[in-house]
């Protein structure tokens, strides 16, 4: 949309299921009961639709204003928990990050206005009427739940821009913005759990889900935010594993573990063209799903992971930019004039990033 991929995860079904289930079988029928249940269920389909698309408006307000601002955009995904969006460079100032992590409850908190609005001409007590006032509440608890004050959320967002704004120190503010969000999800998880153990509320159980969401994305966004820090001045270069093994896309699955694997350290093999630009990558796992007696016959070519797209960086880029898109246990082929002469794994990945930690540390320490 807008140029701007959009993705779902699985569980992004579920999720869809899971609110058309709710309205159908329980928001509908108590808000108009008495009716035949085949009336409640093609409105509950649409309402679903709806507020599913309510979701997507919400993140593409948070990519259509970044881009605005200058930001590079990776892509949306849905998920069984709401939506996320993928910026692959950080905001450059307070302002920006501000208005960024804006947009989306707002947008939110728009729709919800609007549909509240729409509620009001429409004819009273009509299940119409009734899924159109669920469709203005949702969106306003989505978006004053995204405005609480604690990482990952949007209002976390807002939170590290405000104090980034008025003490000028951003990893101060990387530091408070997971100390809240801590904080917020802490008190998610004990809230359901008080709910379901006390009074058997199974609203606690979603309540916990969230409050775990929360705290873990707290970690892993401090973590990656001090990550960024200690990476700083350090180029591709300075991480790769320089000239490994390469896999031959012609070269047939016998032949390349005879003469290559068996006697090679690694556990991935970037496959390559006969001009040595890289095409994608074969591991140990998938060379030990051809059969023995097919292996004289199979190219590595025609394995399905070389179909896998593969990120390309130069030696001299900044190591930061490793950061910017999960590698998921591939790798990032590193080339020069065209020919592959490094690759960074998820291993080499894992091992700069505890050093990156490490020195951030040490640093603040100091």
């Not at 108590?30 to 009716?35: D, E, I, V």
């Not at 405000?162 to 997971?178: H, K, N, V, Y």
């Amino acid at each position: 949309m807008a140029g701007i991929p959009v993705r779902a995860h699985w569980s992004a079904l579920g999720l869809a299921a899971l609110i058309v289930a709710v309205l159908g079988g329980v928001v509908l029928p108590r808000a108009m009961p008495g009716l035949d249940h085949r009336h409640y269920w093609p409105v509950a389909v649409v309402a679903g639709g709806l507020f599913v698309a309510s979701l997507l408006i919400h993140e593409l307000a948070h990519a259509l204003v970044a881009r605005w601002c200058g930001l590079r955009i990776g892509s949306i995904t849905l998920w069984g928990l709401g939506g996320s969006t993928e910026l692959e460079e950080e905001a450059k100032s307070p302002r920006i990050e501000l208005v960024v992590a804006a947009a989306g409850p707002l947008a939110s908190l728009g729709i919800a206005a609007l549909a509240f609005l729409t509620s009001l001409i429409m004819p009273r007590a009509t299940l119409p009427a009734s899924a159109v006032v669920w469709l203005a509440t949702m969106n306003l608890l989505l978006g004053l739940f995204n405005l609480l004050p604690g990482a990952p959320l949007d209002g976390g967002r807002v939170l590290h821009a405000l104090q980034w704004w008025r003490f000028g120190d951003r990893s101060r503010a990387d530091r408070g913005a997971a100390r809240a969000g801590h904080m917020l999800g802490a008190t998610l998880i004990a809230v359901g759990l008080f709910g379901i153990l006390l009074w058997g509320w199974l609203g606690g159980l979603w309540l916990l889900l969230l409050g775990c969401f929360i705290v873990a994305g707290a970690r892993q966004e401090l973590t990656a935010k001090v990550a960024r820090v200690g990476l700083r001045g350090l180029l591709v270069r300075e991480v790769m594993t320089p000239e490994p093994d390469l896999a031959p896309a012609w070269m047939t699955v016998g032949e390349f573990v005879e003469k290559v694997v068996l006697g090679s350290r690694q556990t991935v093999f970037p496959v390559v063209t006969f001009t040595g630009a890289p095409i994608g990558c074969v591991s140990l796992f998938n060379l030990m799903t051809v059969p023995r007696a097919r292996r004289s016959v199979t190219r590595i070519e025609t394995l399905t992971v070389t179909r896998r797209p593969i990120r390309v960086l130069a030696s001299d880029d900044e190591a930061i930019r490793l950061l910017e898109q999960p590698i998921r246990g591939l790798l990032i082929a590193v080339v020069e004039g065209g020919r592959l002469v490094g690759m960074v794994t998820s291993t080499d990945l894992d091992r700069i990033l505890g050093q990156a930690l490490l020195r951030a540390g040490t640093n603040a320490a100091g």
